[in-house]
C-alpha cells in the first residue's frame, strides 16, 4: 500500500475512534511509512527536526506510543526502534517479527497456530496473555545469498 493511501486509512481509522490524529502524530505517522527498516525514536526525531525544529526527544515519544496504542507501529523491543504495520485496523492481531541483523529489514508474519500455541501452553501454566510481540533474530533471504 503507498503512503497516501496508508494515511487516509489512518485518518480513516482515528476518525472511527474518535482520536485525534495531529500534525505531529501524522507527520511521525508519514515519516515512518517511508522506512522498510526499523527506525529509533532519535532517528526519527532527527527526520522531525527538518520540518519542525523545536521537536523534542518527548515530541517523538509521546507521537510514538499513541501510533502504536492504535496498532499503527510495533515497538522492537530488542533493537528498541519501530517499524509501521501495513495493515493495521483489518484484525487485532498477534505480533511475529524476523528482524535481520546484517541489513535491518523487518518482516512481520503471522502464524494463528503459533499464537494458539503459545496460548495453550500460557494457559497450562495459568497465565493470561495481554498483549504479545514475538521478536526472531537471524539473517533475510538477501542477506543470506550475499554470504
Do not use: W
Amino acid at each position: 500500500m503507498n503512503e497516501d493511501k496508508l494515511l487516509e486509512k489512518a485518518k480513516n481509522y482515528c476518525l472511527k475512534r474518535g482520536v485525534r490524529f495531529t500534525t505531529t502524530r501524522e507527520q511521525v505517522f508519514k515519516l515512518l511509512s517511508q522506512h522498510t527498516n526499523a527506525i529509533g525514536a532519535y532517528d526519527l526525531l532527527d527526520e522531525l527536526k527538518i520540518t519542525d525544529p523545536s521537536a523534542k526527544p518527548a515530541t517523538i515519544y509521546r507521537a510514538l506510543d499513541f501510533l502504536s496504542q492504535q496498532g499503527f507501529v510495533h515497538k522492537i523491543e530488542s533493537i528498541n526502534a519501530f517499524v509501521m504495520c501495513h495493515h493495521f485496523g483489518d484484525c487485532n492481531h498477534p505480533v511475529q517479527l524476523l528482524i535481520c541483523d546484517d541489513c535491518g529489514h523487518v518482516e512481520e508474519i503471522q502464524s494463528n497456530d503459533f499464537d494458539i500455541a503459545l496460548k495453550e501452553m500460557a494457559t497450562q501454566k495459568g497465565f493470561t496473555i495481554s498483549h504479545q510481540i514475538i521478536e526472531a533474530h537471524g539473517a533475510c533471504q538477501t542477506c543470506q545469498a550475499s554470504l
